[in-house]
């Protein structure tokens, strides 16, 4: 074997892969000193859309509905509340989301099974009325730990609009490095091209964090 083929084969038995969903990894809710994180529910529908309606979060989310109804048929998609979507409560109430969206990292042909399911994007929304306390930073801290150590992610990556400093400013909080500036690379749906960034952390780095 030669030591490309020996390097591959050790990352491969090192990350094993299934074809298990967010609710499979490991037991939940994970606890935080704050927060309960737990895969999300059909029944939590009515009590993101309180906060997903209004125009300071549906301005950076990537989708938005005109209604209730249409929400509704997207939040049940099973594809959407087993494999991704993890939503946060604080004191028994649901204040946000955080997706865990795995992906397979570019790779040769020759490593393309060590790469699968290697890394994350990750994503992210708050209720606004629980803002400035630090919630939305302690959620993605936990997604990441889940990210590196239940699943044996290599990678984890995330964007925003540069003009969403909450987003990029909380990213740096946490150690992910900016990646990328995409000048006018981001089309909003306004119309507007807007400059973007791409935000990322590696294990090794997050590994060395004094805390995590």
């Known amino acids: 074997m030669s030591g490309a083929e020996q390097q591959t084969a050790r990352a491969t038995e090192a990350r094993p892969h299934t074809t298990t969903t967010l609710r499979d990894v490991l037991p939940w809710p994970v606890i935080t000193e704050r927060l309960e994180l737990r895969p999300a529910a059909a029944r939590d529908a009515e009590a993101t859309w309180t906060y997903r309606q209004l125009p300071e979060v549906s301005r950076w989310v990537t989708t938005t509905w005109d209604d209730f109804a249409s929400y509704r048929v997207s939040y049940d998609d099973p594809a959407h509340l087993r494999e991704r979507l993890v939503v946060v409560e604080f004191d028994g109430y649901v204040v946000g989301e955080v997706v865990i969206r795995r992906q397979d990292a570019w790779s040769q042909t020759e490593s393309k099974n060590a790469a699968m399911s290697a890394e994350a994007e990750l994503g992210w929304s708050l209720n606004p009325a629980f803002s400035g306390r630090g919630l939305a930073s302690e959620a993605v801290a936990a997604a990441l730990r889940i990210g590196f150590e239940e699943l044996g992610l290599h ?58």
């Open 155 to 212: 990678r984890v990556h995330a964007r925003c609009f540069s003009a969403n400093v909450r987003s990029w400013k909380l990213m740096e909080r946490l150690g992910m490095r900016r990646e990328a500036h995409l000048v006018a690379g981001a089309l909003h749906r306004d119309g507007t091209w807007m400059d973007g960034y791409c935000y990322a952390l590696l294990e090794t780095e997050w590994q060395a964090q004094p805390t995590k």
